[in-house]
């Protein structure tokens, strides 16, 4: 069974630009919550997705926004990117949020000059 | 304000010894908790779920859980020098009219050859 795939794997942007983000989360999941982490950070949750609604959301300025398709696919973009902006985003996927554990992708090493 | 919270470490032990884990969390009504492990620029990966009162062995992992004092602890027997990594505890707790999986900053974990 595939895993979470996130692409891509690695970005350079400078400030002012734009970045999306993809991740196809794990087949038959229909949960997908993105997170990002700084170096010697823990997990900051940006927003969780569920059959196409976002369900959650955390404490990000509105420059960070996602969707999801309907085959769970979802997409995370960052507008006027900062330099704080560097990060590890990571991707997640379960069944059902409220009590499957999340499966994460290998993450998106975003960072900004 | 939902919170989960672990002592952050270092904790370091010599191989061969049991390592500890421990991980408290502020909603009574949580019914799910997860184990990660995260090396160092990688993504978390699940190590165990638990649901219930008690124990749960997998390997050389143990969670035990206990609703009435709202901890939660990981055992790692014949600690090796590749357990050497954080550990995350993550609790699905009560958010509004849905719920939601809350982070602890995780504890380093480094275990001495």
């Known amino acids: 069974k595939a895993g979470v795939t996130q692409t891509p794997r690695y970005l350079i942007k400078t400030r002012g630009q734009q970045v999306t983000l993809s991740c196809s989360p794990i087949?038959?999941?229909?949960?997908v919550s993105w997170y990002q982490q700084t170096p010697g950070q823990g997990l900051q949750f940006l927003f969780e997705y569920f059959s196409e609604t976002q369900r959650n959301k955390g404490n990000f300025p509105g420059r960070f926004s996602g969707r999801q398709f309907s085959n769970s696919r979802s997409e995370m973009n960052v507008s006027t990117l900062e330099l704080g902006d560097s990060a590890l985003y990571l991707c997640?996927?379960?069944?059902?949020?409220?009590?499957?554990?999340?499966?994460f992708g290998d993450g998106t090493r975003l960072s900004i000059l | 304000q939902k919170e989960v919270e672990q002592n952050s470490g270092p904790l370091s032990v010599p191989e061969g010894a049991i390592a500890s884990l421990n991980c408290t969390y502020s909603d009574r009504g949580s019914q799910s908790f997860f184990w990660y492990r995260q090396y160092s620029g990688k993504s978390p990966e699940l190590i165990m779920s638990i649901y219930s009162n008690g124990d749960k062995e997998d390997g050389r992992f143990t969670a035990q859980l206990n609703k009435a004092s709202q901890y939660v602890s990981l055992l790692i027997r014949d600690s090796q020098p590749s357990d050497s990594a954080t550990y995350l505890c993550?609790?699905?707790?009560?958010?509004?009219?849905?719920?939601?999986?809350?982070w602890g900053l995780g504890t380093s974990l480094a275990v001495n050859p």
């Open positions: 087949s038959g999941h229909r949960s």
């Open positions: 993550a609790v699905n707790m009560d958010a509004g009219n849905n719920r939601k999986l809350i």
């Open positions: 997640a996927s379960s069944f059902d949020s409220f009590n499957q554990p999340q499966h």
